[in-house]
């Protein structure tokens, strides 16, 4: 029997498991099993058993009546322990905090993961009308700032496989076209930062720069501010800092 042989079931196993976790950390709240059998599509007998064992290992948990499921508290300690356990994490905590010092709007840190970004920290706004996020939250690359900053240290052709030609809308602003984003790459990297104009929430603005620790780029960091408040002085003045954080903190991540 060769290798693939007596692994593949194991292999397979570990998959489903995988996916279901995915499937439930994309979905909040708690879902009947008819519903994740429909959307994962395995058969339904060996779906309940894994649900089950998943349920017992704290990975999975079920409502009061245990005929529907959500994702359990394990996989927010495995969640923190990526965060706690990270250098560039570690490495940017004094940029985040002076940076939202100076600019007194939400700060975000976030990685590219596939053709989405992820937020491994943030730090909240100083005023009262501020965004909502949350750490390990995922949007669509093409329609964030922090996104399109990683995207635009990528080559046009990178892109062109890492996208489809056909972008999913967040907003009415959101950029749906691939090409018409590979246009804006290029004027991200003329100017060293992206922008976000309402494009992943109305209402909401973003400026982010890439941190070129490694080639291309994998974090990024951005400031988010509602449009209400962004006046072009006040822009500027992001701008300049975001420019400086991002100095500032590739120095710190040098060594990684």
């Known amino acids: 029997m060769g290798v693939a042989d007596a692994g593949g079931g194991q292999v397979k196993s570990a998959v489903r498991t995988v996916e279901l976790l995915e499937y439930f950390a994309a979905r909040p ?5 008819g519903d994740v059998q429909q959307a994962v599509g395995y058969p339904k007998s060996s779906l309940y058993m894994l649900l089950r064992t998943l349920t017992e290992l704290g990975w999975v948990e079920t409502d ?5 499921y959500g994702i359990g508290v394990r996989a927010l300690l495995v969640g923190t322990s990526y965060i706690d356990g990270d250098e560039v994490v ?4 004094p940029t985040l905090d002076r940076l939202a010092d100076d600019t007194t709007e939400t700060i975000h840190l976030a990685r590219l993961d596939g053709v989405n970004i992820v937020y491994l920290a943030t730090r909240q706004s100083q005023h009262y009308l501020r965004p909502f996020t949350r750490v390990g939250r995922r949007l669509p690359a093409h329609a964030t700032a922090l996104g399109k900053a990683l995207l635009a240290t990528y080559p046009d052709e990178a892109v062109r496989k890492l996208l489809p030609e056909s972008l999913a809308p967040l907003t009415e602003h ?3 076209d691939r090409e018409q984003l590979i246009e804006e790459l290029h004027g991200v990297r003329e100017r060293g930062y992206a922008l976000d104009r309402e ?7 973003c400026l982010g720069v ?3 620790y490694r080639t291309p780029a994998r974090d990024a960091i951005s400031c988010s501010v509602p449009v209400a408040r962004l006046t072009p002085g006040h822009e500027q003045g992001i701008r300049e800092a975001l420019l400086d954080a991002r100095d500032r903190l590739t120095l710190a991540t040098r060594h990684l």
């Not at 009061?64 to 529907?68: I, K, V």
């Not at 570690?90 to 905590?93: C, L, S, W």
């Open 29 to 33: 709240g708690m879902h009947s099993l």
């Open 64 to 68: 009061g009546t245990g005929t529907r």
């Open 90 to 93: 570690a490495a940017a905590r």
């Open 174 to 176: 959101t950029v749906t």
């Open 199 to 205: 494009e992943s929430t109305l209402g909401l603005r």
């Open 210 to 212: 890439a941190i070129p």
